[in-house]
């Protein structure tokens, strides 16, 4: 029978713990603050900042809401970045992606301090994580450790694979589960025999990018199975990288989608604005 790894219940642990500790600061007259800055409609990007202002409104940080018209230019971004750098009264800049196909996103990130880059997307932040430096790490990998963690499984000797390579899962999840002294292997779209691979594993993270992709013949007995994706099947239901229904015969234990790893990114992310006073 597997264990359900519900990433609603953990994420409410993490924001009351992060709701004790800001009450603390404030007692001490200390205030976070966020800045979140969208530009364009997009629904989803909408629906995200919304969540990402609630998650602030709940812990008690403050939050600046910055949304900018579709034709806002590359230059009067850059400008607001620089504005918030040198605010003192912001802990944090968000910026939310994906940005108009106008604007150079790598530009973007790189011009958010690495003091107030609370998603963890800076070169400096991704760096300091490559050999160990304190700094901020990107939400969701950060999200999906603290997942395995409190849900009481090890992570430490154990064969880790990472399904997926990108700069903002893939790599910086790779990096993560090595710091727990994980044995880690990284698969992608030219990997060989990926199937035997998947299926060395103690702990599979699943971030490939295609619906439904890895069912149970991919999975290990009793692996601890953590889907990143998110997706909307034919039905315009929501559903994963891993096709739930068919792993769950043989998985240990498993995220679901949704409901798993999405609240994580929430609530990592007000981790590290709180994180962000130790690090200014």
Known sequence: ???LIDGKV?????????????AGLKAEGVEICLAVIQVGNDP??????????KACEYIGIGS???????ETTEEELLALIEKLNSDDKVNGILVQLPLP?????????????????????HPMSVGALSIGQPGFVSCTPAGVIQLIKRSGIEIEGKECVVLGRSNIVG??????????????????????????????????VVAIGKPEMIDASYIKEGATVIDVGIHR???????????FESAKEVAGAITPVPGGVGPMTIA?????????????
């Open 64 to 70: 600046l809401s910055y949304e900018l018209p579709e």
């Open 233 to 243: 099947d034919e039905n315009n239901k929501l559903c994963g990288d891993v096709d």
């Open 268 to 280: 990592m992310l007000m981790s590290n604005c709180v994180e962000s006073i130790n690090i200014n």
């Open 44 to 53: 989803a990007s909408s629906v995200y900042v919304g969540n990402k202002k």
């Open 171 to 204: 790599k910086p999840m790779s990096m993560l589960l090595l710091r727990e002294n994980g044995t880690v292997t990284v698969c992608h779209s030219r990997t060989r025999n990926l199937k035997e691979v998947c299926r060395r594993a103690d702990i599979l």
């Open 10 to 22: 953990i994420s409410k642990q993490i924001k009351d713990e992060l709701k004790e500790k800001v």
């Open 1 to 3: 029978m597997y264990k």
């Open 101 to 121: 196909k106008h604007i150079d996103e790598d530009k973007v990130i790189k011009t958010i301090s690495p003091k107030k880059d609370v998603d963890g997307f």
